[in-house]
C-alpha cells in the first residue's frame, strides 16, 4: 500500500509470500519479506502507517497449506524487522486484510 507520510513510499506483497518497498516511487524496490514467510504464503494485504513511514501491517494467509492460523506482520524499521501481531484472534481464522485507525495509534482491525 501507498505510505500516508510520502508518496514515493509504497509497499507491496505478492501472492508468493514476498514484501517489497520501494522509496523513489517504484523505481527500484527492496525484498523486505520475513524470514519467518514459508513458500506459498500469501502476503493478501499491506497497510501503511497512518503516523509514520516506517511502520506497515501485512495480513498473510496460508489457505494453499491448509493452515487456517492468523498471521499479521508489523515493522516499526522499513522492514528491517518483522513481528507477528495476532493478540486476541483465535487460532482458526485466517487474515485476509489489516487495517490501522488512522485517529486511534495502535489499534488494528483484522478482517478473518
Known sequence: GPSFKDANTIWIGTDDGQIQLTRDGGKNWKNITPPNITPWSKVAQIE??????????????????????????????????????????????????VREDPVRKGLLYAAT
Open 48 to 97: 501503511a502507517s497512518h503516523f509514520d513511514e516506517q511502520t506497515a501491517y501485512a495480513a498473510v494467509n496460508r489457505l494453499r497449506l491448509d493452515d487456517l492460523k492468523p498471521y499479521i506482520y508489523r515493522t516499526h524499521d522499513g522492514g528491517a524487522t518483522w513481528q507477528l501481531v495476532t493478540n486476541g484472534i483465535a487460532d482458526n481464522q485466517p487474515v485476509n486484510a
